[in-house]
């Protein structure tokens, strides 16, 4: 949120300067993102007046000026604004003078006659995006005066972030009063508007057919309003500062009682309202069509605000378009009206909206705010835009009105949790400051927090008050107080540090994203996995809970290549959610995935040939070897090609990971058609693990041999389908244990090779712990072994 310094200070003194302001608000919980300047830097512009505009004679569309800035000869300047009139007071860039952009003003003939200066519009000063004509200024505006100097430009603006719980700060005045608190001297003492005399009787009937989604709903009625004009200098210079754009009288006001005290307002066409306006919940499907021109359909837990038409607004969030104000409205209906959070929040998003009025609703806004803020906003608009009001009408259900309950704060609790005691009058003065009722208790206080606190519900949040606005560095740092009892960890669970560790040493990265996904995508790569659905999503592509890591990686891996990255490693450590078919338990699976994609190795000199090509099925194959072997029992694990492979992944380039026999994981290229329609430049390779497969292994003794090896090697010509772990299965069944490693060195395929076959080579180690082995024993053991593959694989065996 964006508040002026200036107007800061129409609430509050301030007595530090806007960057030590930003810094002592940071501390007590509104982090100060950006100090920025209230315009551009500029300048030799001054306040003039036109005494004269006549066409010029070379041109149509300028004009020549006679320009007065209160002393010296009045000069001469041609202009070519539409609205540039005798009488009217607009800024003078003099000539010397320097504008926004390094733009310089010197003397020039435009068309033959000679300019001495330029009539400045908002956009060529930097203080507006856009503009269709020069700078208007009030007609009391001081002849010669410095432009930067009238418009009070030497202001600081803080970018102030405010919390999710925190929609009373979402206001100056929110901000003035936690100022206030930290100063101790609370707000000035300013009184409040008073309510506007009406000139009228006419009234607007409103129903509350829903009290406890709205208790409170102010309106009144405005005449003879010109909507047509453009509001206050200050008026619209404020809105700006506060990132505001300025649209026309009436809509101004809305947006600068809302910015000033934290109560969002709307404005009806009154000519368009038909009836009477009736608060209450939507019926099945019925539509409307909002401010913006999008057409929705509410469902029965939306709020609306109606006439005997149809609906004419949702309630706390946008207001429709067939009562919208326009430049030719003359005749407004006022609404400023309290909505309970429960009934706006979550509504919005249901249509992508994220409007300034459902950001506060759904927060919580003051609920006896309303007829004060409806003051204020008659009493603005007559005093520029005129207008005759009717009275100020309070349509209240009174049994539905929020309260705030006490809530107790013990001394010994608090100086627990802080570690730290202050003096009971301090304590008091503090929640004082912060506008909150305190009376003292036998161990303590009850605090009865302020209408617009509705986050405070229990004692910590009382203890946080405290401890934020005494000042954190006011508490002094000391160890904790108390046992600390340590469970120990089981030897099987592997140690996510050497995980994570072992990854990040092959090359990966770690990512973390939302526990939420994308369904669209995550359909697309999982469509017989449900995902459980999100009631109130933050986005239409984050609604879904994940079902898999992959959706993350994946959207993270098109967002490096976007940002032209040609070696991707990326890896993530978090929970899927599985929902059991059939019913609606979802249960969480600590897993382990990881992508990868672009080139082998990096790219450098002595890399060439081979190493250049782009990572495959066997590279990701061997990082998960890696953590295989972490977990001392990396022969437990095999890849399985299956049977029937996730649709996701390349057929023929997919393997199960199974350990003891439980598939555990999966790894494997995906799947073509998905790299096409994802538009990736190179093809990921995929994986991901449940980590409880990857337990250790508990360490046992095994005494080393001191006899010598005997190695032995063999050529296999077996099927295809054979895969390379059922052949070291059947091998290491057949040796006995006197096999102690076995290595295969070569798959060949080729001439000499059967189509369909392939030829794998083994390297047998024979060793025994208490002999060394003979010629025979070993030769025994060889005949065992190939005896058993070509009865088990119908294996041959090549010479």
């Given at each position: ?30 982090e ?150 930290l ?36 309106g ?21 500062r506060?990132?505001?754009r ?50 929705i ?25 067939r ?8 005749d ?36 006896t ?13 007559q ?17 539905h ?11 010994s609790?608090l ?5 730290v ?8 003065a ?49 160890d ?11 030897e ?38 449900p ?17 898999s ?44 995935a990881?992508i ?20 495959d ?14 977990t001392?029992g ?118 000499g ?5 392939k030829?794998v ?39």
């Amino acid at each position: 949120m964006k508040v002026p310094y200036s107007w800061l200070t129409d609430w509050v003194d301030v007595p530090w300067p806007a960057a030590e302001l930003g810094a002592r608000l940071t501390m007590a919980g509104f982090e100060l993102d950006a100090l920025e300047a209230a315009a551009p830097v500029f300048s030799g512009v001054v306040v003039a007046e036109i005494l004269m505009a006549e066409r010029h004679p070379q041109a149509d569309k300028l004009q020549v000026c006679r320009v007065s800035v209160g002393k010296g000869e009045p000069v001469q300047i041609v202009c070519g604004a539409p609205n540039a009139r005798a009488g009217m007071k607009s800024a003078l860039a003099t000539v010397g003078a320097k504008l926004p952009g390094d733009l310089f003003i010197n003397a020039a003939r435009l068309r033959g006659v000679e300019s001495q200066g330029m009539l400045a519009s908002a956009k060529e000063l930097g203080l507006a995006e856009a503009s269709t004509g020069i700078l208007e200024l009030p007609d009391d505006a001081p002849l010669g005066a410095p432009l930067r100097e009238y418009l009070g430009l030497e202001d600081s603006v803080l970018d102030l972030a405010v919390g999710a719980n925190r929609g009373d700060a979402m206001s100056v005045l929110g901000i003035a009063r936690e100022v206030g608190a930290l100063t101790g001297k609370g707000l000035k003492r300013l009184r409040g508007t008073p309510e506007p005399v009406a000139g009228r009787t006419d009234t607007f009937a409103v129903h509350l057919d829903a009290p406890a989604s709205c208790p409170t709903f102010v309106g009144c009625v405005i005449r003879g309003v010109n909507n047509r004009g453009t509001s206050p200098v200050w008026l619209r210079e404020r809105l700006r500062r506060a990132g505001v754009r300025s649209i026309s009288p009436v809509v101004d006001v809305t947006n600068y009682v809302m910015l000033d005290l934290g109560q969002p307002m709307h404005a009806y066409d009154l000519a368009k309202l038909r009836g009477e306006i009736r608060v209450r919940n939507a019926r099945a499907g019925e539509g409307m069509i909002l401010l913006d021109g999008r057409s929705i359909e509410a469902s029965e837990d939306v709020l609306l605000i109606t006439d005997s038409e149809g609906p004419v607004g949702l309630a706390g969030i946008m207001g429709g378009q067939r009562t919208a104000v326009s430049t030719d409205t003359t005749d407004v209906f006022f609404e400023g009206a309290y909505f309970s959070p429960q009934a706006v929040i979550g509504r919005a998003r249901r249509w992508g909206l994220v409007t300034d009025a459902s950001q506060r609703y759904e927060r919580g806004v003051d609920p006896t705010l309303q007829q004060r803020a409806m003051n204020k906003a008659v009493t603005l608009l007559q005093s520029f835009a005129g207008g005759s009001a009717g009275p100020v009408i309070v349509t209240q259900s009174a049994e539905h009105q929020p309260t705030r309950k006490p809530v107790s704060l013990r001394r010994s609790r608090l100086e627990r949790l802080l570690g730290v005691g202050f003096p009971n009058d301090r304590i008091a003065a503090t929640l004082t400051a912060l506008q909150m009722k305190v009376a003292a208790a036998a161990d303590g206080w009850t605090v009865t927090p302020p209408p617009h606190r509705f986050e405070i519900t229990i004692e910590a949040d009382l203890i946080e008050e405290v401890a934020r606005i005494i000042g954190f560095e006011a508490i002094p740092e000391a160890d904790a107080v108390g046992p600390h009892q340590f469970r120990s960890m089981p030897e099987e669970r592997p140690s996510e540090h050497v995980l994570l560790e072992a990854l990040a040493n092959r090359g990966y990265e770690e990512t973390i994203s939302f526990s939420f996904v994308d369904p669209v995508l995550q359909k697309r790569l999982f469509p017989d996995r449900p995902g459980l659905e999100l009631a109130n999503p933050i986005a239409s592509d984050l609604s879904v809970m994940r079902v898999s890591l992959w959706p993350g990686l994946i959207h993270a891996a098109l967002e490096n290549q976007r940002r032209q990255q040609d070696r991707i490693r990326l890896f993530e450590h978090g929970a899927n959610f599985i929902a059991a078919p059939g019913t609606h338990v979802t249960r969480e699976v600590d897993c382990l995935a990881g992508i990868a994609l672009g080139t082998r190795l990096p790219e450098q000199w002595g890399v060439t040939g081979k190493a250049r090509v782009s990572v495959d099925f066997y590279d990701v194959k061997a990082d998960i070897e890696a953590l295989s072997i972490a977990t001392g029992g990396s022969d437990s694990f095999v890849f399985e090609a299956p049977g029937n492979p996730l649709s996701c992944l390349h057929p023929g380039r997919a393997a199960r990971i199974l350990r003891f026999g439980h598939e555990v994981g999966w790894l494997g290229e995906l799947h073509p058609l998905l790299v096409k329609e994802l538009e990736f430049t190179y093809t990921p390779v995929l994986f991901e693990l449940e980590i409880g497969s990857l337990n250790v292994r508990k360490p046992e003794y095994r005494e080393i041999s001191r006899f010598p090896q005997v190695r032995r090697d063999l050529a296999v010509v077996v099927d295809e389908s054979v895969a390379l772990s059922t052949l070291a299965e059947r091998v290491t069944l057949s040796a006995t244990s006197l096999l102690s490693e076995l290595r295969i060195f070569d798959v060949y395929r080729g001439p000499g090779v059967e189509t369909g076959r392939k030829s794998v080579a083994l390297g047998l180690i024979f060793q025994d712990i208490s002999r060394t082995l003979t010629d025979e024993d070993v030769e025994q053991l060889m005949a065992s072994v190939v005896t058993d593959l070509r009865a088990s694989v119908n294996a041959r065996i090549r010479e």
